[in-house]
């Protein structure tokens, strides 16, 4: 009995105590404090910018707070900020253009107004801006083309300006190159750390019984918190006057101080599974239906006036010019066509340093193929450079090189590499020299924070050359188009890079500012980030306009 009596005493001890709990438990319940979480499916993928590179202060880009405030109010380009889909992104099918009040004739020198209106994959209107439209006016049969600004009126809608410059007729054509979903990705893989562009480092050494050790390992820069880096990281090459600092991840067997050589590596797409959708080359660069009339464009006796002789400090229009039988009438300034004579003329007594990529060094070439007796001597650098040409008869000499890194060349000696301020503070400068330079299309893997720091260095050195030699004849090459439309080059961000570089030497005297975006963008033929011999040859002439005025 006794035994029982314990085991009821302690059955009840536990049937009340668990009697106590679910009490406690269903008060916990009634009071909201304890719930049970429903699971929800997780929400579509949100494009938000996650920019390691905003913790970069103005002062290490090199520049006033005030100017970076000026600089991001220039670059604001408008979209997104909630949630997108692919279905709300804009359509190309089904975005159209029309023409304001079109008329059966117009006149050389009238305007059209154009108006662009962007539609999602349903058909709806879009009631936010941010779209990448170009526009332009053409006509192939006469080898004419001119450009038109889009105007964004960030409601959905958009417009253009065409001026009519040509007699005969002509057709718009509008192409939706990016959709504003599109441009808030690039924003936001541009300002992360993500290294969409890689490049290798080529060490060299002595080894054990007069042998040779060699290593690739791989480099790229530094720049702001989480830049690229690897687990044995790293040497570091820092830049004495510019302070870039280029590192690369350290060899197993030799020192740092035995670099070699540089090259390109491989390209890394940062896209996710739902943002390559909008990549897709059936949304990309795609021309938009339209009114699709020819415009007849009718003489006009007023004629067109004179334009001034060319020379620093002349504001570029829209449009710069237009061409008309492959050849580019300029809105700049009176240029004129140079045959390979006068070019021999205008070099006469010059240096000429080109500086900068690929897209300049066809500059050197075409000048190399063009003026009669120019040279090029053998430095054994092959076309990676640096290279030079002479004609001594006239006593012409033409000097090209890359710009520094970050570059995407083929391997090539890492000692050839200079950064365009430190070759700039090397060159005595005066009447009889001309410094044309370019940096763009191997900038655009890196944040836009790390372009305008190097824009900045450039800047002081071009500010010092021409206190020091003021009758300096320097020309700043624009961007091309690229042709490219994708994550890793867009002509949206050699856009934005040509806004930065537009802006920041906006002030300063004697500079010239050579717009080749235009007459690469508006060509009736297909775009190439390495035009063809027209629009170089345009381009030369417009160049030696500037160094030989008339």
């Known amino acids: 009995m006794g035994s029982n009596t314990q085991v009821y005493g302690l059955r009840k001890y536990v049937f009340f105590t668990c009697s106590i709990w679910i009490t406690f438990c269903l008060s916990l319940w009634q009071m909201n404090c304890f719930q049970i979480r429903k699971f929800h499916l997780p929400s579509p993928k949100q494009i938000l910018p996650k920019n390691s590179s905003l913790t970069i202060s103005a002062s290490e880009m090199g520049i006033s707070d005030e100017e970076w405030e000026s600089l991001q109010k220039a670059l604001d380009?408008?979209?997104?900020d909630l949630q997108i889909t692919l279905d709300l992104s804009t359509s190309p099918v089904h975005s159209t253009f029309s023409t304001v009040e079109p008329k059966k004739s117009y006149k050389v020198?009238?305007?059209?107004?154009?108006?662009?209106t962007a539609r999602d994959h349903n058909k709806n209107l879009k009631r936010y801006g941010g779209d990448f439209f170009k526009a332009k006016l053409f006509n192939s049969q006469l080898k004419a083309s001119v450009y038109g600004e889009v105007v964004d009126h960030r409601n959905g809608t958009y417009s253009a300006v065409l001026l009519l410059p040509w007699e005969g007729q002509a057709q718009v054509f509008v192409r939706l190159e990016h959709?504003?979903?599109v441009v808030q990705i690039l924003k936001k893989y541009r300002e992360s750390s993500f290294p969409r562009s890689h490049y290798k480092g080529y060490f060299g050494g002595a080894g054990p019984n007069k042998t040779r050790i060699s290593?690739?390992?791989e480099c790229n820069i530094k720049w702001g918190e989480g830049s690229w880096s690897k687990?044995?990281?790293?040497?570091e090459y820092k830049d004495i006057k510019t302070g870039t600092v280029w590192q690369c991840e350290r060899p197993k067997k030799l020192p740092c101080d035995k670099l070699v050589y540089h090259s390109k590596g491989g390209l890394e797409n940062p896209l996710n599974t739902f943002e390559k959708q909008f990549f897709a080359k059936t949304l990309t660069n795609v021309?938009?239906?339209?009114?699709t009339q020819i415009i007849n464009i009718l003489p006009n006796t007023a004629g067109n006036g004179t334009r001034e002789r060319c020379r620093s400090g002349l504001k570029t229009p829209v449009p710069a010019g237009f061409y008309l039988k492959d050849v580019w009438k300029s809105f700049v300034c009176n240029t004129q066509q140079f045959d390979s004579a006068q070019m021999l003329?205008?070099?006469?007594n010059k240096i000429v340093y080109m500086i900068g990529d690929s897209t300049t060094r066809q500059w050197f070439e075409f000048f190399e193929s063009k003026v009669p007796g120019l040279k090029r001597m053998n430095l054994q650098t092959r076309s990676y450079g640096p290279l030079m040409a002479v004609e001594l008869k006239n006593n012409v000499i033409i000097h090209w090189r890359p710009h520094g890194v970050p570059l995407r060349f083929s391997v090539m000696p890492i000692t050839n590499l200079h950064y365009i301020s430190n070759v700039i503070d090397n060159i005595a400068g005066g009447p009889h020299v001309v410094v044309v330079f370019t940096i763009f299309a191997h900038?655009?893997?890196?944040?836009l924070t790390f372009y305008v720091h190097e824009v900045a260095k450039i800047r002081q050195s071009v500010v010092a050359l021409l206190s020091r030699a003021p009758q300096t004849t320097i020309v700043i090459k624009s961007g091309n188009t690229a042709g490219y439309k994708d994550i890793f080059q867009s002509d949206w961000y050699i856009l934005q890079e040509i806004i930065v570089m537009q802006e920041m030497f906006r002030d300063i005297d004697g500079v010239i500012y050579f717009d080749i975006w235009q007459m690469t963008s508006c060509h009736y033929l297909t775009e190439d980030l390495h035009p063809g011999p027209v629009i170089i040859a345009n381009a030369i002439s417009v160049f030696l306009s500037y160094v030989c005025p008339v």
């Open 443 to 447: 900038l655009v893997f890196h944040p």
């Open 109 to 116: 020198g009238d305007n059209i107004s154009v108006i662009i």
């Open 77 to 80: 380009w408008p979209g997104p």
């Open 345 to 348: 003329k205008c070099l006469q």
């Open 231 to 235: 687990s044995n990281c790293c040497c």
């Open 287 to 291: 021309r938009i239906t339209g009114d």
């Open 215 to 217: 290593e690739v390992v």
């Open 179 to 181: 959709s504003s979903e």
